[in-house]
C-alpha cells in the first residue's frame, strides 16, 4: 500500500536548487531509508512531506506530496493537523527545557487531545512504545535534560508518538549518539514500523541496510535510485549507487 | 481552522505595538524637522551674543572629543584586559557587575559624583575638564562592552597563527587583534558620543553655563553647549519655543547623525566579517 | 590594563563615598524621617524624601504599564514575526528612538504632549505625572525591546522545530516555548526599564509639574509631582555648599544610587542565570 507519493518535487532555498524533480512512492508500515552523501537535499526531502521546509525563510516548493491521496500542498490542507499526523524527530535530541512530563504532554495539550488522568495515561502509553518508561517512570518530574543523549532522543520519539501520528520521519536520529544508544534507536525503528510508517534519513550505508525495507538513493537533489534494500544492496542498477554503496564517496 | 485564525490575531496583536514605536519616532523626527525652516545656516557660525550658535556647538565638540580622548584609549586597553587576559575568576565577574552597574547609573547621579570628586575635591572648578572626565565615566561602559563584542569577533585562529610563529601575546594583540577589531572599536565609540552628546544632566553643575564671552581659552573654563542650552532656555528663562528650536534641531541631527552612522557601520560589520563568510 | 578595568570599580566606588559623604548630614540630622518625611520644604528647611520618591516610583510606574506591554510585543514581533531582512532595519529605528537626547524628550513633551493631555483631560496645565509617564515610557521602550529581543533571539532553533513539528501554531510556539524559555530575560529587560526610567532626570523635569507633594488620591495621575531626580536638578544651582539643603540633594541622591545598585544587579543576575539555562 502505497502512504506517501511524492511526484515531480522541486525545493528551492533562494537561488539554490536543493531538489530537482523527486518522484517517489513510499510504502505503508514499512522503513523506508533515504541516503545520500552530505548536502545531497535527503533532509529537506524530508521535511517537505511535513512542510517544515517553510520554516525557513526563502524556502520556494513544487509539484506534489500526496498521503493516503489528499496532496498536502494543496492550499485547503491545515499544516498543524498534518504536523500532528506526521512526527519528526530531528538529529540532535531536542527536547524542551521542561520536565520530562510536560514534554511528552506538549503535544497533547497543544491540539487539546487530551487532560487530567487521561493525559498522563498517554504520556506513560508513549513512554512505553519508545522503551523509555521503565528508565523514567520514578523521575517524570526533573528536567528533561537530566537525561542521556540517547534517552533524550527516545524522549522525542515519545513526544513525537504521543499525539498518535500515522508517520515518523527521523533525520539521522543516531548522528549524535554513541554505538550503544544507536543499536537502541534501531531496534525501536523496527518496532515502529509495525504501526507506523517510518521514514530514516541516513548517511550511514549500514544503517540503511539494519533497519530498512526500501531504500532511496539521492545524489545531488536527483533521485539515482529506489527499491528494496535487499535489492539495491545486492545489486544496485546506477553504477552511481555502486560507487556510493562501496564506500567510494560520501 | 482554529490554526490559522489565532495565526492572524497572533500576527495583527504584536504588529501593533510596533507600528506604534515606529509612528512615536516618525513623529517625533517630523516634529523637529519641521523647524527646519527657523534655521539659518549662517547662525551656526554667528557669536551666541549675536543670536548664533556658534559656541554651543564648538563647546559641544570641544567636551565631545576630551570625553572620546579620556574615554576611548581607557575603554580599549580595559576590554583588551577583560577579554585577553583576565582569568574567569572572582575579580572578573565583579568588574564585569561593576561596568554593568556604571552603564545603568543615572546621568544626574554621575553628574553629582562629578561635582563633588572632579569640581570641588579636584580643584576642577565648573570647567570643560571636569565636564570631559564626567561624560567619559558615562562613555566608559559603552566603549568596553562594544570593544569587547569586536575583539571576541576576531576568529581565534588569527591570534593562533601569530602565537605559533613565536609572537608574544602583546605583539599578537596589537598587530592581529586590534586591527581586526577596528572598526568595531569604532563604531562602539560613536555610539558612546551619541549616548553623551545630547547628555544635560550629566554637564548640568560640573561643565556649562550659560553665556562665555567667546570660546574656552583653557581646559579649566566653562562651556557652553547645545543641550545644556537648551534646557536651561526653557525651563529656567522660559524663552518660547520657536526661539529653541533652532538648538533642539541642530541637536537631534547631531546626535541622530552619529549613532545612525554607529548602527549602520555595526550591522555592516557584523555581516560582512570577511571571515564569517 | 588591569588599572584600566578597574577603574569601573574604583570610580563605582568613589561615586558610594562621594555622594554619602556630602548627604551624611543630611541623614544625621534627620535620621530615618529623610526617608519617611512627608514635607520636603526649603523655606521652613525640612527635607522628607517621601514625596520625592513617591513621585519617582509613580511616574516610573505609570511609564511601565506602557512600556512593557509595548516593548515585549514589539520584541517578538521583531524576533519571531518579521521576515529576517527587515528585522535589522526596524530594529535599528527603535535604537535610534532611544539616542534621542533627554533634553529633546522634554521639549517635545512641553511643546505638544503636555498641551494636548491639558485639553483631553480640561486640565489648566498639562505638566503632570500622566505627561511624565507616557514620555518615560517612549524612552523605556527600547531597552525593554532590546534586551528581550536578545534573549527571544538566543532560544534555541531546535526548541521552536520541535514544537511546529509537533504541529504547534506560530502562536502556540512563541507563547509555550520561546516566552517560557526567554522569561529570565524578559524580566531583566523590565529590571533595566525600570533602572532607565527611575534615574532620567531631564526630560522628566520638563514635563512632571513640579510639585512636592504625594497627589490625593494618591492614584491621582492628573496632578502634578516631584521626582528624586527633578529636584537634584532644580535645587543643585541654588543650593549653598555646605547647607542643609545642600547635604539634602546629596541624600537624594544616595537614595537613588542605591535604588538602581539593586535593579542593575538584580537584572544581572536574571540575565546570568537565563544564560546558564539556555546553557543547558
Redesign the interface.
Known sequence: MAKVDIRKLNVWFKENHVLKDVTLTIKENAVTAIMGPSGCGKSTLLRAI?R?NE?I?GCRTTGEIYIDGQNIYDGSI???????RV??V?Q?P?????SIFENVA??L???KMADGQKLAEFVEKSLKEAALWEEVKDRLNESA?SLSGGQQQRL?IA??LA?NPEIILLDEPCSALDPIATQKIETLIRELAEKYTVIIVTHNVQQAARVSDYVAFLYLGKLIEYGPTKRVFENPENELTERYLTGEFG | MAGKISEKVFFAILGVPTIICLAVFLWITSILLSGIGTLRLDLLTTSVLKGGFFEMIVGTAYLLLGATGVAGPIGVFAAIYLTEYARHGRLTRIIDQAINNLAGMPSIIIGLFGYTFFCRQLGLGISLAAGWLTLALMMLPIVIRGTEEAIKMVPNTFKEAALALGASKWETTKSITLPSAAPGIITSVLLGIARVAGETAAILFTACVLVTRGLPKSPFEPVMALAFNLFVKIVALGEPPEKVFGIALILFLLVISFAAVGIALRIYYRRKQPWLR | MLLCALLSIIFLFLMLLFIAREGMQALLTFGMDFVTGHVWDTNLNLYGALPLIYGSLMVVAGALMVAVPLGVATAIFVEEVLPFSLRDLIKSLIELLASIPSVIYGFIGVLFLAPRVASIFGLSSGTVALTASLVLAVMTVPTIVSISGETIAAVPKEYKEAALALGATKWQTVKDVVIPTAKSGILASVMLGFGRAIGETVAVLMVAGNVAMIPTPPWNFLSPVYTLTAVIAMQMGEAAIGTLEYSALFGLGLILFIITLIVNSLADILVKRGVKRLGG
Open positions: 511535513n517544515m520554516t525563510d491545515d499544516v498543524y493537523e498534518l504536523r500532528r512526527g519528526m530531528f540532535k531536542n527536547p524542551l527545557p521542561k506538549f503535544g495539550k497543544i491540539h535534560f522525542c513526544r513525537a499525539v
